[in-house]
């Protein structure tokens, strides 16, 4: 029996597997002078280690951030994962396959609390929440689209046709999902632009739908690298 279509607004982000601390950046910094004993020096004395954390950010050393991994298991509209695997380096993606299985009739709608309408020009736009008419029609407009276009995939695959070719009648709406790993110098990237933050020096202006997925990553990177996190807001967002 097929299954029946249903309408989702909320974005789930959920921290599989890690081995991620911000020991993880002292130790690799610290090799440069103290060698192999390096492992020894970690945890020492607390102070120093946050000042070198934060001297690392500031004058751009990157690569101490890298000896780390965190894996998410996300699961988002194809639209966002059209926005993530623009990211390419330092992240690892691998996503649920609409060839090898039947994909299932879950799709976006914007929530209460999604902005509809767009003012300003490119580069400085704003959006505000739109009339209530505006709401109403979205969600009425989405979900019949959705629902012939799944009619649509449905009878291509009951005529036999390959799962590969009926997909491309299913809209960019369709809930996928993907596991994504990362470190924290490429993630630092990734936030600085895909969030938006006032304590970020080069500002960037993110779609929403893909920030939830940036701020519910953060929030997991933030408890297991605490200091790394803060040197990152303090040295206004830019990855080093
Ligand atoms: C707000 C916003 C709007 C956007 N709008 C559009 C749009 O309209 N159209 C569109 O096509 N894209 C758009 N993008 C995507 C954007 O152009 C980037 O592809 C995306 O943000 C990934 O950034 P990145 O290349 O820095 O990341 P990564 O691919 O992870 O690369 C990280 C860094 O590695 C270096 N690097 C990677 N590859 C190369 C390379 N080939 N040569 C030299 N250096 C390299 C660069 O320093 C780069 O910053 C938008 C992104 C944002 C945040």
Redesign the pocket.
């Known amino acids: 029996m097929n299954d029946l279509p249903s309408f989702r607004s909320d974005i789930t982000v959920e921290l599989v597997k890690h081995s991620a601390s911000d020991t993880d950046v002292l130790w690799a910094a610290r090799v440069s002078t103290a060698g192999e004993q390096s492992l020894e020096e970690v945890g020492k004395d607390p102070e120093r280690s946050k000042g070198l954390i934060n001297f690392l950010m500031r004058d751009r050393h990157g690569s101490p951030f890298e000896h780390n991994s965190m894996t998410f298991l996300v699961s988002a509209p194809i639209f966002v994962f059209r926005e993530f695997h623009?990211?390419?380096?330092?992240?690892s993606y691998n996503e649920e396959s609409g060839r090898y299985r039947e994909l299932k009739p879950v799709f976006y709608v914007p929530g209460e609390d999604r902005n509809l309408v767009q003012e300003g020009r490119p580069g400085k736009y704003r959006f505000v929440p739109g009339t209530a008419g505006q709401r109403s029609l979205v969600r009425k407009v989405l979900e019949e689209s959705y629902l012939r276009s799944y009619e649509a995939y449905q009878e291509m695959l009951a005529a036999g046709v390959a799962r590969e070719v009926a997909r491309a009648a299913l809209p960019v709406g369709l809930f996928s999902s993907m596991y994504a790993t990362c470190n924290a110098r490429?993630l630092m990237?990734f936030l600085g632009?895909?969030t938006q933050d006032e304590r970020a020096k080069v500002p960037?202006?993110?779609q929403r739908e893909i920030e939830l997925v940036g701020r519910r990553m953060e929030e997991e990177w933030a408890r297991l690298m605490p200091l790394t996190h803060a040197a990152f807001n303090a040295n206004g967002r830019v990855a080093p």
């Open positions: 623009r990211h390419r380096v330092g992240w490429s990237h632009l895909r960037s202006f993110p």
